[in-house]
């Protein structure tokens, strides 16, 4: 099965920037979609960003100020985040689509600080 490991995330200032990464096991199966999501305190888990082949898709909260991307020779993917702002706070979490299922890292704290 998939294994994702997300880091960097910690604390931050307002307007600064961090750098998720999202290392994924390698499986028979590709690594079809990787995307990023985020849950805060008492709020439901919502989408911040995927990728599929070249294509990418954001939230409209984060367009502008997210990147995702990713280096399958690496197998990593990455949330580059400029421009935090403290709604941006939050547990992220790295899932990836392979053969069919979904798969889900353990999440990485994000905390912008006002």
């Known amino acids: 099965q998939v294994r994702l490991v997300e880091s960097g995330g910690g604390l931050v200032q307002a307007g600064g920037s961090l750098r998720l990464s999202c290392a994924y096991s390698?499986?028979?199966?590709?690594?079809?979609?990787m995307g990023w999501y985020r849950q805060a305190p008492g709020k439901q888990r919502e989408l911040v960003a995927t990728?599929?082949?070249?294509?990418?898709n954001y939230a409209d909260s984060v367009k502008g100020r997210f990147t995702i991307s990713r280096d399958n020779a690496k197998n990593t993917g990455y949330l580059q985040m400029n421009s935090l702002k403290p709604e941006d706070t939050a547990v992220y979490y790295c899932?990836?689509?392979?053969?069919?299922?979904?798969?889900w890292g353990q999440g990485t704290q994000v905390t912008v600080l006002s």
């Open positions: 390698r499986t028979i199966f590709s690594i079809n979609t």
């Open positions: 899932k990836a689509q392979s053969g069919g299922k979904d798969f």
């Open positions: 990728i599929s082949g070249f294509s990418t």
